[in-house]
């Protein structure tokens, strides 16, 4: 599903026009993108929880040349589904 179709299935479900479902749905995105961007974490019963989590600096290998490189630490943004939703999915 794309965008474009989820916003489709907002308006239907709601009965907003569309123009106020991308809205929402552009409005969520971004505030779950700047939350976890800062180090909160969104915790959505039974959807799951946005988290940031780190990643350790490791040395990897240059695919075209087979030489060592060093890959320096970041943040990695994760997403861990709740319980209700992965019961959902398993069915």
């Given at each position: 599903?794309?965008?474009?179709?989820?916003?489709?299935?907002?308006?239907?479900?709601?009965?907003?026009?569309?123009?106020?479902?991308?809205?929402?749905?552009?409005?969520?995105?971004?505030?779950?993108?700047?939350?976890?961007?800062?180090?909160?974490?969104?915790?959505?019963?039974?959807?799951?929880?946005?988290?940031?989590?780190?990643?350790?600096a490791?040395?990897?290998?240059?695919?075209?040349t087979?030489?060592?490189?060093?890959?320096?630490?970041?943040?990695?943004?994760?997403?861990?589904?709740?319980?209700?939703?992965?019961?959902?999915?398993?069915?």
């Open positions: 599903m794309k965008k474009t179709e989820l916003i489709e299935a907002i308006k239907e479900s709601t009965g907003l026009s569309k123009k106020d479902a991308e809205k929402a749905l552009t409005a969520t995105i971004d505030t779950i993108i700047k939350a976890v961007a800062e180090g909160d974490k969104v915790q959505l019963t039974g959807f799951g929880t946005f988290e940031q989590r780190q990643r350790n490791r040395t990897g290998v240059d695919p075209r087979g030489n060592s490189i060093d890959i320096p630490a970041s943040k990695v943004p994760a997403f861990k589904a709740g319980k209700a939703f992965k019961d959902i999915v398993n069915q």
